[in-house]
Nanobody, 128 residues
Framework: QVQLAESGGEAVQAVESLTLPCTLS????????????MGWFRQAPGKEREKVSC?????????WYAESVEGRFTISRDNDKGTLYLNMNSLQSEDTAIYFC????????????????WGHGTQVTVSA
């Protein structure tokens, strides 16, 4: 059973940086970590869940960012360690949300990508 585990969420001050790692376990039969397109979504209090960023499986190597985070956030993956990262710089109070790690086998990372697997989320709180 595929499971995603996020960590690294905490309370920080505005303009500080934070990195969220996510590990993937229980892979689908015959699949490697590098076969999964992965991404991050977030949900702020009282708002709808939104996609933050995604990164293609190994063969495609593309990335996508929401306009609200482009230039401040960087998504990356270490296929050897089986870990996805979201490096967040210049954090703002508007970035306060629960951040969810997501995955999909051979998905197409884009503005319309919808993942199949979801983690339980990690809370990031940014104080002004």
């Amino acid at each position: 059973q595929v499971q995603l585990a996020e960590s690294g969420g905490e309370a920080v001050q505005a303009v500080e940086s934070l990195t969220l790692p996510c590990t993937l376990s229980g892979l689908d039969p015959g699949m490697l970590f590098s076969d999964y397109t992965m991404g991050w979504f977030r949900q702020a209090p009282g708002k709808e869940r939104e996609k933050v960023s995604c990164i293609d499986w190994y063969g495609r190597r593309g990335t996508w960012y929401a306009e609200s985070v482009e230039g401040r956030f960087t998504i990356s993956r270490d296929n050897d360690k089986g870990t996805l990262y979201l490096n967040m710089n210049s954090l703002q109070s508007e970035d306060t949300a629960i951040y969810f790690c997501t995955a999909d086998v051979y998905g197409l990372c884009s503005a319309t990508w919808r993942p199949y697997y979801w983690g339980h989320g990690t809370q990031v709180t940014v104080s002004a």
